[in-house]
């Protein structure tokens, strides 16, 4: 590791800098009379240390840079106010001490810092909250173990995100990792994909298929949604847990497997248990030891270091430029609710890479339930002993439609682009700016750019003004579809939403059922 240290206060400085060396930490100084920035640029510093000044606009300005460039920002405070603290937390320091410091105290805390960011590398986990850092500390202490592991949280927290950072931190990181949500899966179909089946177990058996449990064997199995599982499968994954083996559907032989079983559920399972809805000894058997992830409006201060590594990702991923976001824009971000959590975010975040307008992000810029708070709507209801959230379901179409919004405008900019080289004339498309509020005739407006003489390319979905959303959601499902030649589960992977949402909008806009498999 490496430790930049800045001089406005001598004395801490340098007695620090002598620890840090002594203790083998490659350590660098700069004067306030340098420049800081190219220090930065130099050293590549793993944290950078003010020793004083930590209000100062100049000073602050950098903290803000290393938010998007990597380096923790520590602050050896002045004033032990609370209030000021906080401010100066809220700015992106990520530890503050207060003068005079105890060097021990510090050292230790650099030493936190530097494991929680190689716990972030390694695994994606993103946050400095102490909520986060509860979760970090949780994930480094289980990892080690092969004991059952309980994630709970509400939809979009990243519990996927956690499961995998104990598998990649734990001996068997180079194991498979099996991901298996049971609540998408048929009652009729879960045994199966779980256990496997022996060839004619039952019609349509055609040959033996190998269970998650045996891909899985000596690495490490994710059942999400664990709350969803069928009372007669609760039945057999205790005993799997138990005794380390099972029998496929159809077999007489037992199979003995080595799998670590990480679980996650949305739902309160103990209220479950105490309604007769899930098995008490399956639960305890679970749980053995268990992770709580909180929804993102309980920790608000890791948003802004959220959006900038998904803006990375995704500028990225997509090669396109941004511009960055306003304080103000962000700050919209940081008051909203959040009712999808993470995965919400990261799809807004999304789509202001896609579809950003060529200049800083603004408020205006945003949708509007963002702009205005969207606090009311979102509010938990009780239903019944469970808490759920209000309009969880339209949350997930909302993204699905979202989705299907993008993927028209770079579908629309492919064929620009064809349409360029074919021609060598460029069609004019109005509005290639941000279309946060998904008005509908704009982007059609723009999708609708395909000479009317030439049949489209295949699975291109072409959308002409005054086209519905409805039509718009038809048109998507039917193109997903028939690219996977009516294959419904990886239909519903491709679209990004659960098999049952798509069997229900087959349903809904009433497709040819039979036209379209499961497997």
Known sequence: MKVLLTLQDVEPAVRLNALLERDGVDTAVVSPLDDIRAALRRERPDIIVFTGDLADAATLAVVKEQLWDGAAAVGLADVADPAHLERLRA??????????????????????????RRVQRQTGLIGESDA???VMV????????SSTVLIEGESGTGKELVARALRMLSPRRNKPFIAVNVGALAETLLESELF????????????????RFELADGGTLFLDEIGEIPPATQVKLLRVLEEREFMRVGGTQPIKVDVRVIAATNQPLRESVEEGRFRADLFYRL???????????ERREDIPMLVRRFIQDFSKQHDRPFHGISADAMQRLVDYQWPGNVRELRNLVESMVVLAPGHEIQPEDLPRQIRD???????????GPIVREQERAEGRELEFIVRSLLELKLQVEELRSR?????????????????????????ASAAAIEPRDQPPPPNVV????????AEVERAVIEAALKETKGNRRRAAEMLGIGERTLYRKIKEYRMPEHAYSLD
């Not at 949780?138 to 173990?145: F, G, S």
């Not at 089946?197 to 033996?208: D, I, P, S, W, Y």
């Not at 074919?422 to 005739?441: L, N, V």
């Open 91 to 116: 700015e992106g320091y990520v530890e503050i001490f207060v003068k005079p410091v105890q060097l021990d105290d510090v050292l230790g805390g650099l030493r936190r810092v530097l494991e929680r």
């Open 132 to 134: 986060m850092r509860e």
């Open 138 to 145: 949780k994930v480094e202490q289980m990892a080690p173990v």
């Open 196 to 211: 496997g089946h022996e060839k004619g177990a039952f019609t349509g058996a055609a040959e033996r298929r190998l269970g």
């Open 287 to 297: 749980s053995v030891l268990r992770i709580y992830l909180p929804p993102l409006r």
């Open 373 to 383: 708070g969207g606090t009311s709507r979102y509010l938990p209801i009780r239903v």
């Open 419 to 443: 349409l360029d080289d074919a021609t060598g004339s460029r069609s004019a498309i109005p509005g290639d700016g941000w279309i946060g509020e998904m008005h509908a005739p704009a982007l």
């Open 462 to 469: 072409t959308v002409v003004p005054g086209t519905k959303m």
